[in-house]
């Protein structure tokens, strides 16, 4: 019996055999890859270097992340790290809205794993209701007025946001309106 569940073993490391097999993994050149796109990624929108060119340094950034997403699945904290997860999480943030749905569940599941970051996901579910034109969860999307002045985007029973926002490990909606300047108070 033993003989035979070591040659099952034996040809599972052969073959694609789901639950046996297993992907090898560089984390250490899967970090510093992660690194790279994030250095590019924020160095864009941070310092204002290369804003022409956003659209085509986002679309190279999420091609490689879709090439590990492929690869790997949405790896989490234990096998990247914290920066190399965050990363992953910036690049889907910054994508079009298909793609954004596309990685959604897989980053929903890897919250509940304690994975990855719940905020993060909360921002990603914010800005994905925004762009299919419902109201937020989070209060975590501003737009821009008429009048040129930064406003949140509609917010799902606003006068209870904070505690949502609280259950996520983001701070009070207060705190972060002053990020963009606006002062703001919860409906009564």
């Not at 096998?79 to 569940?105: C, F, M, S």
Request: net charge negative; hydrophobic share 35%.
């Amino acid at each position: 019996m033993l003989l035979k569940r070591l040659g099952i073993l034996v040809l599972a490391l052969f073959m694609d055999i789901p639950g046996y097999a297993q992907v090898n993994m560089d984390t250490l050149a899967i970090k510093k890859q992660l690194e790279s796109i994030y250095e590019r990624d924020q160095k864009t929108r941070s310092k204002g270097d290369s804003t022409q060119y956003i659209q085509y340094i986002d679309s190279c950034n999420l091609a490689q992340v879709e090439i590990l997403i492929e690869k790997y699945g949405w790896m989490g904290k234990s096998v990247i790290g914290p920066r190399g997860n965050y990363t992953i999480w910036l690049v889907i943030q910054h994508a079009e809205l298909d793609v954004q749905e596309k990685y959604l569940p897989f980053m929903k599941a890897s919250v509940e794993k304690g994975e990855s970051t719940p905020s993060h996901l909360a921002l990603l579910e914010d800005r994905i209701l925004m762009r299919n034109g419902q109201k937020q969860i989070y209060g975590s999307q501003v737009v821009y007025n008429d009048k040129g002045q930064p406003e949140f985007y509609p917010i799902i029973d606003e006068k209870n946001v904070n505690s949502r926002r609280l259950a996520v490990g983001l701070e009070p909606i207060e705190e972060y309106a002053k990020h963009f300047g606006i002062e703001y108070e919860l409906p009564q």
